[in-house]
């Protein structure tokens, strides 16, 4: 199964991811957490993310798609499937997935738009300011964060309801609640 992920930032991308791979041994592919440990490890590419993050703009296409590359090519990605989590962010992302996917013959099975509004988001997010420290998760860089979202990723959903694969899930409830609204959706309870 191969599995887009798509919603606001704080929307629980990475918490439902995580409960997918281990429900169905997927590979889970985040660009932001491979951005964040290549900040971390302070590689070229992470010396050019870092101050991009920190805005709470788009790293750019080119540089993303490099890392997506890389791994979704990976002998472990192209048999047990995988989970895109914070790509396609653009529509000019979501083209360049597009033309990956054919090169490699593959295609998304199913979206999933996890639909949370802002309170909530902020809420969210100034909990985990607290517990993590995550660079990007002060009140300016998360006002940032929602209106690129609204700006230029909210359009990629459009293009998955067009193909007929886009489900979208309310995002709020325990995470146990919008998991099983997830699994329901993947047609795999
Ligand atoms: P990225 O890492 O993708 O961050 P994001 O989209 O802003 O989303 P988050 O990771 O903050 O939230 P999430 O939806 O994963 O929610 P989570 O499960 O953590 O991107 C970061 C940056 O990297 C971007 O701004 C950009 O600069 C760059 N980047 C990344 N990909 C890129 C790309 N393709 N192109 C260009 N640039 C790119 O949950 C959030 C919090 O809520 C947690 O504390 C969690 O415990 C809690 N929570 C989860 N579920 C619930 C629930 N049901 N109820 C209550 N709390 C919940
Ligand atoms: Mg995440």
């Known amino acids: 199964m ?12 990475g918490t439902q991811a995580a409960r997918l791979v281990e429900r169905f041994q997927l ?11 290549a900040v971390a490890a302070n590689t ?5 993310a870092k101050s991009v993050m920190e805005r709470g703009e788009l790293v ?10 890389e791994r979704l090519s990976q002998p472990d990605a192209l048999k047990q ?4 989590d914070g790509f396609p962010r653009n ?3 979501a083209e360049m997935l597009d033309a990956l996917l054919q090169k490699l ?6 979206a999933v738009l996890l639909e949370v509004d802002a309170d909530e988001i902020v809420k969210r997010l100034a909990g985990r300011a607290e517990q993590e420290g995550r660079a990007d998760d002060n009140e300016d860089t ?29 995002g709020v409830g325990s995470v146990d609640a919008i998991f099983q609204r997830i699994v329901k959706a993947l047609g795999a309870d």
Request: charged share 25%; aromatic share 4%; proline share 6%.
């Open 60 to 69: 750019s296409d080119e540089l993303v798609l490099g890392i997506l590359e």
């Open 44 to 48: 070229p590419l992470g010396q050019e």
């Open 91 to 93: 529509l000019k992302q």
């Open 142 to 170: 998360i006002r940032k964060r929602l209106q690129v979202y609204e700006e230029q990723t909210a359009p990629v959903a459009g293009l998955f309801e067009q193909k007929g694969v886009l489900d979208r899930i309310p």
């Open 81 to 84: 499937g995988f989970i895109l």
């Open 2 to 13: 191969r599995i887009v992920l798509l919603g606001p930032p704080g929307s629980g991308k």
């Open 27 to 37: 590979i889970h592919i985040s660009t932001g957490d491979m951005l964040r440990a």
């Open 105 to 110: 013959d593959q295609q998304i099975d199913h």
